[in-house]
């Protein structure tokens, strides 16, 4: 059985610590960006607004604009998925270690 070192667990705080703010960037990031598809949406619908509503939703859908802020869209979720992937996994190798730490504490008893 490999056991976690606590060597393992400092860098696992370090990493939770000094990623914080950069992982609560790139979440702001993608709500911001996920938010900010309605106003696009909403102001390429304007520009045609002598046209029916779904036409002019269509309009928006189909123009660069709207494309380009989803290309925009998918890096944020990619940045805050995998900001949020890797502290999750540093947070379960700090849970191994405890489960670990507990488990040689009954041994002694």
């Known amino acids: 059985m490999n056991f976690i070192t606590e060597a393992e667990i400092e860098k696992a705080l370090d990493y939770l610590r000094d990623n914080a703010t950069t992982a ?29 509503n779904n036409a002019q939703e ?15 869209l998918r890096t944020a979720i990619e940045k805050d998925e995998r900001h949020r992937f890797l502290l999750a996994a540093a947070q ?4 191994a270690w405890r489960t670990q730490q507990a488990t040689e504490r009954s041994m002694k008893l």
């Open 24 to 52: 609560a960037k790139a979440r702001a990031e993608r709500i911001y960006m996920e938010e900010y598809r309605k106003v696009v949406k909403a102001q390429i619908m304007g520009e045609h607004n002598s046209e029916a």
């Open 58 to 72: 269509r309009y928006a859908y189909a123009d660069d604009r709207y494309t380009a802020h989803l290309e925009a």
């Open 92 to 95: 379960a190798k700090i849970d």
